[in-house]
């Protein structure tokens, strides 16, 4: 499947941002075939890489052994030409509060065609804006990875909040054979909602406290019997970086499928108001009918391409972050996608994908 023929990529259209750098680094490390990404983030304020995406750009090329240019703060074009991956041991420090959960996005389907056990150590932002929070790498993506065959620990070693960054991460992983498909049609019952809501710094603990309880009390109205428990925490001055806050909340249904809602604290902004926002997001994220949530829809896309045979994935509406996934899918590798209204009275559809089986030959 490997082509020696170099593809030159677009990064400007569809969503036009780190997401299009992130699945073509990756699928050009799992394929071996080299990348020129020209245009990067063209449509942004600031163009071109920043910090955390070229952190996560010499990574890669790092755990492939790949020959790379462009690779500066800034630059609007890059180049990598991948060999192997290899197994070991690997460090990212972005140097900001820039996601360490957009790090992941990358490496991880990487690291699982591997020839060995991969440790990496991410150091950066643990709960940012614009990405998912690192508890949703440990509560929802980790779980859901497991029905394609994927084992991953996730360790936290310590929170980084904005601006400083600073907190750490370490995933390990072990290799797979073949990713298996997966079939995902029935929604099923929401059983329980958990969650955290949590302080960090010099904030005080009763903000947690509020949060979980406004969060509590938009989700009380809308699933009277269910066990809702979003436990308030005031994090260790040891175990966080800076002062932050936020809430995270879990969905659980009958065949367990999991949804998330989350929200992070700023100056300014009562509460109260972050609580019933994660509430409200989680509230959003079941009522499409859908068997995953917004942020679990795009990073799928990836293992339904790599596994071997047809995966079927019931969800919401498409985000412009799924279309580009599939967009950049088909034309890195010979992975097939199909999306089809539910035929039901909700706005659900169904991602159908036939992979390409892609195989560890390691």
Known sequence: MASSVLKIIDGSVMEGGGQILRMSTAFSCLTGRPITLNNIRQGRSKPGLRPQHLTGFQMMAEVCRGEISGASVGSTEITLKPSSIQAGTFRADTGTAGSVA??????????????????MTFTGGTNAEMAPQIDYITLVLKPML???????????????????????????????????????????EVVRITGMAFVAGVLPFHIAKRMSQAATDVLRGEYPGIDIRIQPKQERREDAVGTGSGIVIIAETSTGCLFAGSAL??????????????????????????????????????????ASGVSRVLSG???????????????????????????DSSSSEIIECTGIGLQNKA
């Open 102 to 119: 957009l790090l992941l996005q990358v490496a991880l389907p990487c690291t699982l065609f591997a020839p060995g056990p991969i440790k």
């Open 146 to 188: 497991e029905r394609f065959g994927v084992k991953f620990d996730c360790e936290i070693k310590k929170r980084g909040y904005y601006p400083k960054g600073g907190g750490e991460v370490v995933i390990s992983t072990r290799p797979v054979e073949q990713l298996n498909p997966v079939e995902l049609m029935d929604r099923g």
């Open 265 to 306: 604290g700023k100056k300014g902004v009562q509460a109260e108001e972050v609580g019933r926002s994660a509430g409200e997001s989680l509230r959003q994220s079941l009522a499409h009918g859908g068997c995953v949530d917004e942020n679990l829809q795009d990073q799928l896309i990836i293992f339904m391409a790599l």
């Open 317 to 343: 509406p498409l985000t412009m972050h799924t279309k580009t996934a599939i967009y950049i899918a088909e034309l890195l590798t010979e992975a097939k996608f199909k999306v089809t209204p539910a035929g």
